[in-house]
């Protein structure tokens, strides 16, 4: 899985660089978030902005890294293109992560 | 009379990467049907989870396994028809696919489930049946605005003519 990630603050932005979240990228996608998370001390910011194609597994998978996170530390995500926010909205998962239009905003809003 | 459009028939391995290698290559031919970008990100989504299910629950231990997939359009309407020859669905029913709760504790949220539910809501006559050791499964898309082909498949000269 092709990751880069940056810390700023509290914050590790982790940029997914491949275009598929998909059933065959789930678990090696779910692991090196996870472990280019470890140095996040208020959130973890994916940015989706490459990624064209997230499924159910890719889904679930974003959805477990979430939860692995210590508590107090945030997965927020920016940058989600039109097939990838569909997913989200479908599922309604779109109400349980904070969504940025791109990293910008994100990194602007620093609201707990 | 409603023209039928694609009309192709391909088929992958049982594995997450033959099914990802089938959706590379129906993508790009998807635009020539004249199937708009939102249309055809359902249609991706939708053959993804199928084909995902059908790897994993109908061949959980065959990696070698082929899965059959026809594909066609006819006016507002995408149809899929898959066929396999692995284990039947449980019941011989399909999942009802009800979306998880959303509305609970961070550690409690679904990490799967949503797959029978992304095809339920996005398909219409979703049909299942199974025959000797065979599985049938079929159901359409209703596309926003109705394919056409956008140029012949076999692009003779008289028709490069006319366009």
Known sequence: MDLATKQSGGTVTVTVEQNRIDSAAAVTFKDAVKAAALDAKDRVLLDLGAVDFVDSSGLGAIIAVMKTLPNGIRLDLASLRPPVEKVFKLTRMDSVFRIYPDLATAQADITK | ?163
């Open chain 2, 1 to 163: 009379m409603t023209q039928t459009v694609g009309d192709i028939r391909l088929s992958c391995l049982s594995t997450e990467h033959g099914v990802r290698a089938l959706l590379e290559r129906l993508m790009p031919m998807l635009p020539d049907w004249g199937i708009g970008n939102d249309d055809a990100m359902t249609v991706e989504l939708v053959l993804a989870e199928t084909l995902n299910n059908i790897a994993e629950h109908a061949f959980p231990t065959q990696d070698d396994a082929l899965i059959a997939v026809h594909l066609w359009a006819s006016g507002d309407q995408f149809y899929v028809a898959v066929q396999d020859d692995g284990r039947a669905m449980p019941g011989l029913t399909l999942p009802k696919g009800r979306l998880p709760d959303h509305t609970v504790a961070r550690e409690d949220l679904p990490e799967g489930g949503f797959g029978w539910f992304l095809i339920r809501s996005q398909t219409d006559r979703l049909e299942y049946r199974r025959d000797t050791s065979r599985n049938h499964l079929s159901y359409s898309i209703r596309l926003s605005r109705p394919a056409q082909p956008v140029r012949d498949c076999c692009c003779d000269t008289q028709s490069n003519a006319l366009r």
